[in-house]
């Protein structure tokens, strides 16, 4: 027993991280890409086929039956919303395919077959609804048809109430969200307007409030399997990893391409197959960093886009914001959310508005809560620094006056998960972290990663030894390893 537990492992692992590739734009997903293949967007009776999968199971039908019903009600359908994934990104049939056929041989148990089945399905639904949502009503309304547009959200509200709508009220019920609200009498209600006022960039921000809504739902649906896996039996484990594995499947592309190396933490632990590879406080970390890069990133591209004068651009990007920073809800102790929820809607507003000035406003006070859950923050010259919300005490860093920039002892780079080393002959820290050193020498403008000199980069501030202690430039070292530093009146706070 305990060597086919040990060979399915090894099986899930080599066959279903193999599935995917580790090359993922910063912000770029399927519905910024051009259609690859025709997507079925008639939907009822791909829910009735799903209702009558789901059937078989609770009917205990025979495995290869129910992946033959597979293969004739949905495979055709899952190819051609894999079609439309970003090359690169892990797709839906492969995996599903790969459960199904191992469980036909009796590799793999039913009760992770049917979950396979179900989140994979899932999974497939949720690509479903964004090419319903992009590609069909973005599409329509952009070229004045209101009734195509609508007929488009109303097919979408469909797939949402009969297949992720359980989901989501599974993810409220257990951390204490409003998922399943915000969506059913805020986000599809809004569609309308969008629709009667024909107002593209609206319907375009509610679209992206909705997408990234779903994202916070299989982020939080994949934690609650982490959660729960210890108070489960021996024998009901695996099929909750397979559970856990296609939630964060169906986000994986998203997440990987804000922070790389906490996606891949999640993903490797229900990859693995192995119920002991899950660590909860681990995944949740995880979780957590991902959806902090996030923010950094979409507060940095509204930036952008509204100084190339794309307020519409920014406005949708407004509310893909909104989305990662709600999705920090549940892990803020008891009320701390509460107290900042109203910046998602200052986002909206200010993002819509094109005020350049707001966002930035807006986007330090939400670092200043993201911050709490992972980071540091502190102020130049003081002897205290914030990590992960709880002070600790330092040697202060100070300000350089020459360069304006900022000074840290290594040991707030060690508060930051860096491993820090000084070479005394050749005068060279070394910073390392996620399997890349950066080399910062006294006295040069160069620094090395992983042993080579970085191009086209110079440092505009020295590495400083003062009263035998080692000062690096906080900036250069954070922005290299892609943290992302906000400064307000003195403050300073380093996030992913």
């Not at 399915?8 to 912000?27: E, K, N, R």
């Not at 078989?56 to 039908?61: A, L, S």
């Not at 701390?336 to 109203?342: F, G, L, N, R, T």
Request: aromatic fraction near 10%.
């Amino acid at each position: 027993m305990n060597r086919f537990k040990k060979s399915l492992s090894i099986l899930l692992t080599v066959t279903m991280l193999a599935a995917a590739v580790f090359a993922f734009a910063a912000t770029a997903f399927a519905d910024d890409s051009p259609q690859k293949a025709p997507v079925n967007t008639d939907v009822a009776p791909q829910l009735a086929a799903y209702k009558n999968i789901l059937g078989m199971f609770e009917q205990k039908k025979a495995i290869a039956d129910i992946k033959a019903q597979y293969v004739a009600d949905f495979e055709k359908n899952v190819l051609g919303v894999d079609g439309s994934i970003k090359a690169g990104d892990p797709v839906v049939n492969e995996n599903i395919r790969f459960v199904l056929d191992n469980a036909v041989e009796g590799k793999l148990t039913y009760a992770q077959a049917e979950q396979a089945v179900d989140k994979g399905l899932q999974w497939y639904f949720y690509f479903l609804i964004k090419n319903l949502t992009n590609t069909g009503a973005k599409g329509a309304l952009t070229a004045g048809d209101q009734a195509g547009a609508q007929a488009f959200i109303s097919k979408a509200a469909l797939v949402y109430t009969d297949v992720l709508d359980a989901t989501a009220k599974m993810v409220d019920s257990t951390y204490g969200t409003t998922t399943s609200a915000l969506l059913n009498q805020t986000v599809f209600p809004a569609f309308k307007s969008d629709i009667d006022s024909k107002d593209v960039t609206q319907l375009n921000v509610h679209r992206q409030l909705l997408d990234k809504t779903l994202i916070k739902i299989f982020n939080l649906a994949t934690l609650a399997q982490a959660d729960r896996m210890k108070s489960l039996s021996a024998d009901e484990q695996p099929a909750a990893v397979i559970e856990g594995y296609f939630y964060f499947m169906s986000v994986y592309g998203y997440l990987h391409g804000g922070d790389a190396v906490d996606a891949d933490v999640v993903f490797k632990a229900f990859g693995s197959g192995d119920p002991k590879q899950i660590n909860a406080a681990a995944i949740r970390q995880a979780l957590i960093r991902c959806n902090v890069a996030k923010v950094s990133a979409y507060t940095i591209e509204i930036l952008e886009k509204l100084e190339k004068k794309d307020v519409a651009g920014a406005a949708g990007t407004g509310g893909e914001l909104y989305g990662f920073f709600a999705a920090l809800e549940p892990f803020y102790a008891p009320g701390v959310y509460a107290e900042a929820k109203h910046l998602n809607d200052d986002i909206l507003a200010a993002s819509a508005a094109g005020d350049a000035d707001k966002v930035r406003a807006i986007g330090y006070q939400m670092a200043s809560y993201a911050v709490q859950l992972d980071g540091i923050s502190f102020k130049a010259g003081d002897k205290q620094v914030v990590v992960n919300g709880k002070a600790q005490d330092v040697t202060p860093s100070f300000i350089e006056k020459a360069t304006g920039r900022t000074l840290v002892p290594t040991r707030y780079l060690e508060l930051l998960g860096f491993v820090v080393s000084f070479d005394n002959a050749t005068k060279t820290a070394k910073v390392t972290k996620d399997g890349v050193t950066l080399g910062l020498t006294i006295g040069s403008d160069v620094v090395t990663k992983n042993g080579e000199a970085i191009a086209d980069f110079k440092l505009d501030q020295a590495v400083v030894v003062k009263d035998n202690v080692t000062y690096l430039p906080l900036r250069a070292i954070a922005e290299l390893s892609g943290n992302h530093i906000y400064f307000e009146k003195g403050q300073i706070i380093v996030i992913k």
